[in-house]
Every structure is written in structure tokens, then in C-alpha cells.
């Protein structure tokens, strides 16, 4: 699982304000959110759903995973620094973040991101609306159908790997 989770990560770009990230450091980052993920993850559909998370919270940037926000243009900057990992949570969301060095945000974001989509999952009944939900909208909001779309995106290169 963890092989597929990181050849479908590398495909994604990279963040325009990492640019000058080595392709060893950006690919040793992904592999550390793959096992992350699989870590979590009971199967490829949540798999997926959390690759779509991190994408559309964070575009997988070096400088969020590394607990560098600040280094980040204005508006840019993890919620004015309230929010923590590649999943973008709050404290309230993942109160252990705040408790533990950034070399584990993204396994401990994982699991909180994962916790939080399967409740707003049963919650809303829908896909995109566990996705309007952690996104701190609701489950009707329009972003969520986005989400969703990148998310099976996801599983559709998922399948082609293991065919």
C-alpha cells in the first residue's frame, strides 16, 4: 500500500514556493506521508480521501510539513498559524499536535485527519460533505464536490497502479 500511496503522491506538483526543494528531500517527505497514511488508512478509498485532504489543506508543501507556515507568503501561513501538518488541523481538531515535535505532525495529523473524515462521513452521509465538514464548512458546501472529484481521481490512479 505504501509503494501505490507514494507513486500517486509523486505525481501531484510540486508547491510553487518549494521549488528549490531537492527531489531526494520532496521524495523522502512523500514517503513519510505515505506511511502516514497507510498507517491509517483501512483501505484505498480513505487512502484517497486523505491524499485529497492534504492537497487541497497544504498542496503537500515542504514548508508546512516541516512546521515552517511562517516562512510562507501572508495568507498563506497555516491559518495565521493556527492550524498544524500537511492536514491543516486546529487544536481543537488534533489537540496532540501541539503536544509533539513536528517530525511527527504527519503521522499524528493522519490519524486525526482520518478520525475526523469517518465521523463526518457517518455525520453527513456523504463524501463531499465530510469534506465541507473538515474543511470547517458544512455538509452541503459547494468545496466538498471538489474535493470528492480529486479524491476519485486519486482511486482511478490507484487502480491503473495495481492493474
Known amino acids: 500500500?505504501?509503494?501505490?500511496?507514494?507513486?500517486?503522491?509523486?505525481?501531484?506538483?510540486?508547491?510553487?514556493?518549494?521549488?528549490?526543494?531537492?527531489?531526494?528531500?520532496?521524495?523522502?517527505?512523500?514517503?513519510?506521508?505515505?506511511?502516514?497514511?497507510?498507517?491509517?488508512?483501512?483501505?484505498?478509498t480513505e487512502a484517497a480521501a486523505l491524499i485529497a485532504v492534504a492537497w487541497h489543506e497544504s498542496r503537500f508543501s515542504a514548508h508546512v510539513q516541516t512546521g515552517r507556515c511562517n516562512e510562507l507568503p501572508k495568507g498563506m501561513q497555516c491559518d495565521g498559524g493556527q492550524a498544524r501538518s500537511i492536514f491543516q488541523l486546529?487544536?481543537?481538531?488534533?489537540?496532540?499536535?501541539?503536544?509533539?515535535?513536528?517530525?511527527?505532525?504527519?503521522?499524528?495529523?493522519a490519524r486525526c485527519a482520518m478520525r475526523l473524515l469517518r465521523g463526518f462521513r457517518e455525520r453527513c452521509a456523504s463524501v463531499s460533505g465530510?469534506?465541507?465538514?473538515?474543511?470547517?464548512?458544512?455538509?452541503?458546501w459547494k468545496g466538498g464536490v471538489s474535493r470528492e472529484t480529486t479524491m476519485r481521481k486519486v482511486l482511478e490512479q490507484w487502480r491503473r497502479h495495481v492493474s
Not at 520532496?26 to 484505498?44: F, P, S, Y
Not at 465530510?130 to 452541503?140: N, V
Request: one cysteine or more.
Open 130 to 140: 465530510a469534506f465541507g465538514m473538515y474543511a470547517a464548512r458544512s455538509c452541503k
Open 1 to 44: 500500500m505504501i509503494q501505490v500511496i507514494l507513486s500517486i503522491l509523486l505525481t501531484f506538483p510540486t508547491f510553487w514556493y518549494d521549488r528549490n526543494e531537492s527531489t531526494e528531500a520532496r521524495h523522502a517527505r512523500m514517503l513519510e506521508t505515505a506511511q502516514a497514511i497507510a498507517g491509517v488508512a483501512k483501505n484505498r
Open 90 to 109: 486546529h487544536r481543537g481538531a488534533c489537540p496532540e499536535l501541539w503536544e509533539t515535535p513536528v517530525n511527527e505532525h504527519t503521522r499524528i495529523g
